[in-house]
């Protein structure tokens, strides 16, 4: 299921951009990419993005190269 439940996404946004103003944030692991929502609600050219999806076909059909410095496929 490339999709999660938006419950919450707020508050993760909220946090991860007062981190990210905070110079606290350098890298973000994103396990089960999924569609890549988390990467569309705080990407960042300071913050590198690393994507790990278990479902290589994901990668193509959300074009999560695009949404993601490096993509893990495991």
């Keep these: 299921m490339p999709t999660s439940?938006?419950?919450g996404k707020d508050w993760i946004g909220a946090i991860f951009m007062a981190l990210k103003s905070a110079g606290k944030v350098k890298r973000v692991l994103d396990i089960g990419a999924g569609e890549g929502t988390y990467s569309?609600?705080?990407?960042?050219?300071?913050?590198e993005w690393v994507g790990v999806e278990g479902w290589g076909p994901y990668v193509e059909e959300f074009k999560l190269n695009d949404k993601y410095d490096k993509i893990i496929i495991s």
């Design 5 to 7: 439940n938006s419950a």
């Design 40 to 47: 569309i609600l705080g990407r960042s050219r300071d913050v």
